[in-house]
C-alpha cells in the first residue's frame, strides 16, 4: 500500500458518521457562535451544578447533529466538577429505536446503574428481581436458579434481561408485561441503591448524574386515538422517568419539542435544550461567513490530524468551488457533512478530492432523502423553502424528525433569539421538489 493510498484511508476514517468524539479530541470545533450560542455546559451543566435539587433535563436536535458529542463533554465537564456521571447511548444494547417502550428505558438505566456503581452492594435492585426471578428467567434464556448465583452473576442476569429486551422481539412484550405492574417498586429498590451509592462516593463528590443518549431515535408511531409513543413515554410516564434519586438527562425526538405537546414538555421539565443546525446560509440564502468557515473548520481539523500541511482549497479539495459545494450540501449538519466527506472519498485513489467524486457523494446521500419524501409532503417543503417556518402539525413534525426540514437560530442586531427552517439543501436538488416549487413562484 503507497504512502498516498495510507493517507487517504486514514483521511476517509477520520470522518466516521457514527463515532462521537471524545472529550478533548484535537478535531473537536466549538460552533457555539453559529448554533445560537447555545452552551451545553452552560445550559445544562451550570443547571445541574448550581441546583439544590435533583433535576431532569431534555436534550433535543436533529438525529446526527453532534448531541453525542456535546453529551461527552457535558459528561466530562460535571465530573471535573465532582460529579459521577453515568452515560449510555441506550439505541446500543438497550432499546429498539423501533419498538421502544418507557419500561425499556427504566430497565436501561438500572442496569447501567448496577454496572457503573459497583462498589455499592446492589441488594435492593437484586431482591426486587429474585422476587420475579420465576417469571422472568425464561426471559432472560436462562434456567439458572437465581440464589444459587454469585452477586456479580445476578447483575449479569439482569444485564441479559435487558439484553434480550432489545434482541429477541419476541420477548419483548413478555418482558413488559412481567415488568410493567412493578415498575414503582423498581424505581424504589433502585432509589435505595442510589442512596447506598451516594454515601460511598469519594469525599466532596456531588451526587450522581445519569445521561440517556439516542432516546430521541426512537421512532413516532401514532396510536389510533391519535396519540403517540413519544406521549406515553415522555409525558404519561414523566412521573417515572423523573423519580430516580439523580440527576437526569436524557434525549428526546426534536419533532415533539415542537408538536402540540411541547407546552405539556416545558411545564413538565422546563424548557428543552436544542442543539440546532450549524448556519451556513443567512434565511435569504446567503453564505453566513462565520458558519461557512465553522465547517470548513470541521473538514481541516480531521484531515490535519494526518497531515498538518495539507491546503483544504488546492490539495485536499481540486479547487474553492469543490470544498464550498461540499459544506453548503450538508446543510450545517455534521453527520450530513461526514457522510458526503467519505462518500466523495471513497470514488478516489488519491487527493484531490474532485468536483466529479463530490457530486456523486451527493447524488448517493441526496437519493435516500428522495425516497423519504411521500408524494404530498413536497408541497410542504416548498412552502417551508419560501416561508423558512413550520406548521405545528403531524406532517411537519415527521419532517423534521427525518431531518428534510432542519433549525437553525441565531440573535439579531438587537440580540433577540431569531429560530428559522428551511429544507435540507440535498432535497433543493430533487426534481419533483423543483417542479412544485416553481408552482409557488410569483
Not at 135 to 162: C, H, N, R, Y
Amino acid at each position: 500500500m503507497t504512502q498516498a493510498s495510507d493517507l487517504l484511508d486514514n483521511i476517509y476514517n477520520a470522518f466516521d458518521p457514527f463515532r462521537p468524539l471524545p472529550p478533548g479530541h484535537p478535531a473537536y470545533v466549538d460552533c457555539t457562535e453559529v448554533r445560537g450560542d447555545g452552551d451545553i455546559l452552560v445550559n445544562l451543566g451550570n443547571q445541574i451544578r448550581r441546583s439544590k435539587r435533583m433535576t431532569c433535563q431534555l436534550y433535543a436536535g436533529h438525529r446526527g447533529a453532534g448531541k453525542s458529542t456535546e453529551l461527552l463533554r457535558l459528561k466530562e465537564y460535571l465530573k471535573k466538577q465532582n460529579f459521577c456521571v453515568v452515560y449510555f447511548a441506550a439505541d446500543e444494547e438497550d432499546i429498539d429505536p423501533e419498538d421502544a417502550q418507557y419500561t425499556d428505558i427504566l430497565l436501561a438505566c438500572t442496569r447501567h446503574l448496577l454496572e457503573d456503581l459497583k462498589g455499592t452492594t446492589p441488594q435492593p435492585v437484586l431482591n426486587w428481581l429474585k422476587d420475579r426471578w420465576q417469571e422472568l428467567k425464561d426471559l432472560a434464556l436462562t434456567k439458572i436458579e437465581f440464589d444459587t448465583l454469585s452477586v456479580e452473576a445476578q447483575i449479569s442476569q439482569f444485564s441479559k434481561l435487558t439484553a434480550n429486551l432489545r434482541a429477541v422481539p419476541s420477548l419483548r412484550a413478555k418482558i413488559r408485561e412481567q415488568i410493567n405492574p412493578h415498575t414503582v417498586t423498581l424505581i424504589k429498590a433502585l432509589n435505595e441503591f442510589i442512596a447506598e451509592a451516594k454515601k460511598k462516593l469519594p469525599s466532596g463528590c456531588n451526587h450522581i448524574v445519569v445521561i440517556a443518549d439516542n432516546l430521541d431515535r426512537i421512532v413516532p408511531i401514532t396510536k389510533e386515538d391519535g396519540r403517540t409513543n413519544h406521549d406515553e413515554i415522555f409525558l404519561d410516564r414523566s412521573e417515572q422517568l423523573q423519580a430516580l434519586d439523580c440527576h437526569l438527562i436524557y434525549t428526546v425526538p426534536i419533532s415533539m419539542v415542537y408538536s402540540n405537546r411541547a407546552v405539556d414538555l416545558k411545564d413538565t421539565y422546563s424548557d428543552p435544550e436544542i442543539l440546532p443546525m450549524i448556519m451556513v446560509q443567512t434565511p435569504e440564502g446567503k453564505i453566513y461567513e462565520s458558519g461557512f468557515k465553522k465547517i470548513q473548520e470541521v473538514i481541516d481539523r480531521r484531515v490535519k490530524l494526518f497531515d498538518p500541511n495539507l491546503s483544504l482549497e488546492t490539495e485536499v479539495f481540486d479547487s474553492q468551488d469543490t470544498l464550498e459545494r461540499i459544506c453548503l450540501m450538508s446543510g450545517g449538519h455534521v453527520r450530513n457533512l461526514l457522510l458526503l466527506m467519505q462518500e466523495a472519498i471513497n470514488r478516489l485513489d488519491t487527493l484531490p478530492i474532485t468536483a466529479q467524486a463530490v457530486q456523486k457523494a451527493i447524488t448517493r446521500v441526496r437519493d435516500t432523502y428522495r425516497r423519504n419524501v411521500e408524494h404530498d409532503e413536497w408541497s410542504i417543503l416548498a412552502t417551508v423553502s419560501k416561508s423558512k417556518q413550520i406548521l405545528n402539525d403531524s406532517q411537519h413534525r415527521k419532517l423534521l424528525f427525518n431531518r428534510c426540514i432542519l433549525e437553525y437560530r441565531y440573535f439579531d442586531n438587537e440580540e433577540e433569539m431569531q429560530c428559522w427552517y428551511d429544507v435540507h439543501p440535498l432535497i433543493k436538488e430533487i426534481k419533483e421538489f423543483k417542479q412544485v416549487l416553481a408552482k409557488l413562484e410569483p
